[in-house]
Structures are given as structure tokens and as C-alpha cells.
């Protein structure tokens, strides 16, 4: 007899986004850990509750925070009910309540900042705590290929996994930088 247990492949989409979460982790871990043979303590500063000091989320609707909402200020996850169930406020989250991103930042870090909300220039201060780049639609796959395979783009972001990566890279860019500079300030 067959087994009816279901299995979840680490191909699958809903695993996609948790990946990723969990390799920027485990890069920014490294980074801040300078070499010095320990984990940097979590935001909430010296109690030892968090083991990271940032966290990175990239994807689609699932770990979307808010960068659909600042496209599409108009839509109608902007509006109630929408946010009611925890925020008590439209969030620009795909849900009434918490994401699980949400849910992993309350072990010790603030939500995460949507990228699209942070300022004009990528400032290190908008995402010292890490930064929410998936987008509601998102695809992992470049435009290029839907394009190649003549399927109608109207309903695709322009905002799939490669171009969040970009994002990142400027984020990670931007707090090298400024922690490059907080160091300098404290020798």
C-alpha cells in the first residue's frame, strides 16, 4: 500500500522564499562575525534572545511586507480587512494578519522594512535590521523568458527573483559601507 504522507521538495515554490531567508542569513551571520569565532547578538542588543542581527526575505505574495503597496497604493490589500487581525491597519501585506517573515523577526528583530518604502538612496539606516525585497506577483524567472515563450506579461511584475537580488546587492553595498565607517569611528 502506497503511502498518503506528502513530501515537500526543497524545488517547490513555497519553499523558495525560505531559502533564500535562510542563506541571507546565514551570509550576513558570517559577515558580521568578522572572524572574531562568534555570531553577532540579536537587535535587542546584549540579551542573547537572537543569534542575527538582520534578516533578508526575497519572493512573491507569500513574504511580501509592503513593496506591492507602495507600487499599487490604490489595490485592494491596501484597504480593510487587510491587516485587521494583528495591525488593526492595512499593511500592504497579502493577508489579514502576520506573514511568517513577521513571525521570524519577532525573535528579535523589527518587521522588515519593505526595500520599495526605504529612501530614494539606498541608506544602510532604512535597513540596518535587514530589508523585505519579494514582491506580490514576483516570479522567479526573468521577464526574458515568458517574452521568449510569447506568454502575455501583462499580469507579471517586472520585479522577478534577479532584479531582488540587485536590490540586495545594494542593500548589502550600503551597510558594508556604513558598517565599514561605524568601525573606523569606534578604533
Not at 51 to 69: L, V, Y
Not at 155 to 160: E, H, K, L, R
Request: aromatic letters at 10%.
Amino acid at each position: 500500500m502506497a503511502s498518503s504522507r506528502s513530501s515537500i521538495s526543497l524545488s517547490s515554490p513555497t519553499m523558495i522564499p525560505v531559502l533564500f531567508l535562510l542563506c541571507a542569513h546565514s551570509a550576513t551571520a558570517a559577515a558580521n562575525s568578522g572572524g572574531g569565532g562568534h555570531l553577532a547578538t540579536g537587535a535587542g542588543g546584549d540579551d542573547g534572545f537572537s543569534c542575527f542581527t538582520r534578516m533578508f526575505s526575497f519572493g512573491d505574495s507569500i513574504t511580501d511586507t509592503g513593496n506591492s503597496a507602495t507600487i499599487s497604493p490604490n489595490a485592494s490589500f491596501n484597504r480593510l480587512p487587510y491587516g485587521e487581525t494583528f495591525f488593526g491597519r492595512p499593511t500592504g501585506r497579502y493577508s489579514d494578519g502576520r506573514l511568517i517573515v513577521d513571525f521570524l523577526a519577532e525573535l528579535g528583530l523589527p518587521f522588515l522594512t519593505p526595500f520599495l518604502r526605504g529612501r530614494e538612496t539606498v541608506a544602510a539606516e532604512d535597513f540596518r535590521h535587514g530589508a523585505n525585497f519579494a514582491v506580490g506577483g514576483a516570479t522567479a524567472l526573468r521577464r526574458e523568458f515568458f517574452e521568449e515563450m510569447g506568454l502575455d506579461l501583462t499580469n507579471i511584475p517586472p520585479y522577478s527573483l534577479d532584479v531582488q537580488v540587485e536590490w540586495f546587492k545594494s542593500v548589502l553595498h550600503s551597510l558594508a559601507s556604513a558598517d565599514k565607517g561605524n568601525q573606523s569611528r569606534h578604533i
